[in-house]
T-cell receptor, first 114, second 115 residues
Framework: NAGVTQTPKFQVLKTGQSMTLQCAQD?????MYWYRQDPGMGLRLIYY???????DKGEVPNGYNVSRLNKREFSLRLESAAPSQTSVYFC?????????????FGPGTRLTVL | GQQLNQSPQSMFIQEGEDVSMNCTSS?????WLWYKQDPGEGPVLLIA?????ELTSNGRLTAQFGITRKDSFLNISASIPSDVGIYFC???????????????FGSGTRLQVQP
């Protein structure tokens, strides 16, 4: 039982390049989330998905798109990366609805945009 | 967006000392969570609180859900070197227009323990 896994662990992009961050969970959770963490700040929600096929914007969605591919996988795409998107990105999942909605986090992807 | 004020921002203590940190908000939350983040890792859940006044322990850690529902506290007793890391509080409001199940995070308390 790996919990929440993320790939890649590190990535360097040039401004304007695109990439997709991958996330998968093996806990059979319904809800999945993408956060970003900037130095000295808490995590901020980018997008979330309460079930397969549904996604909703969080606090800071601009510049990102997401896909809930199936119940296990939730990807985050940067279409045209900008230096302001340099951050650490965390995926999380929870067993809501039906459970306590406690969120469990992956190890993070460290993204640098030059 | 909704802010959680977490304090202190950092602590440097001697091994064996007790530690206290807290989070406060101007709004009511119906869930409080405490996470620990080790360097290069994602946050790991320590304690979850669901009722006002609730006091919950997890080993040497004890957390409380404030009776006003606007604050929460985390205490660590008899600290050890492996307690080093960043501790985050997170809260969920009854209603959050930016995401029904979204957590609001504090900015973290960085704990360093001197052996």
């Amino acid at each position: 039982n790996a919990g929440v896994t993320q790939t890649p662990k590190f990535q360097v992009l040039k401004t304007g390049q695109s990439m997709t961050l991958q996330c998968a969970q093996d806990m059979n959770h319904n809800s999945m989330y993408w956060y970003r963490q900037d130095p000295g700040m808490g995590l901020r929600l980018i997008y979330y998905s309460a079930s397969e096929g549904t996604t909703d914007k969080g606090e800071v969605p601009n510049g990102y798109n997401v896909s809930r591919l199936n119940k296990r996988e939730f990807s985050l795409r940067l279409e045209s990366a900008a230096p302001s998107q340099t951050s650490v990105y965390f995926c999380a999942s929870s067993d809501w609805p039906g459970g306590t909605d406690t969120q469990y986090f992956g190890p993070g992807t460290r993204l640098t945009v030059l | 967006g909704q802010q959680l004020n977490q304090s202190p921002q950092s602590m440097f203590i001697q091994e064996g000392e007790d530690v206290s940190m807290n989070c406060t908000s101007s709004s009511i939350f119906n869930t409080w969570l405490w996470y620990k983040q080790d360097p290069g890792e994602g946050p790991v859940l320590l304690i979850a609180l669901y009722k006002a006044g609730e006091l919950t322990s997890n080993g040497r850690l004890t957390a409380q859900f404030g009776i006003t529902r606007k604050d929460s506290f985390l205490n660590i007793s008899a600290s050890i070197p492996s307690d080093v890391g960043i501790y985050f509080c997170a809260g969920r409001r009854s209603y959050n227009p930016t995401g029904r199940r979204a957590l609001t995070f504090g900015s973290g308390t960085r704990l360093q323990v001197q052996p």
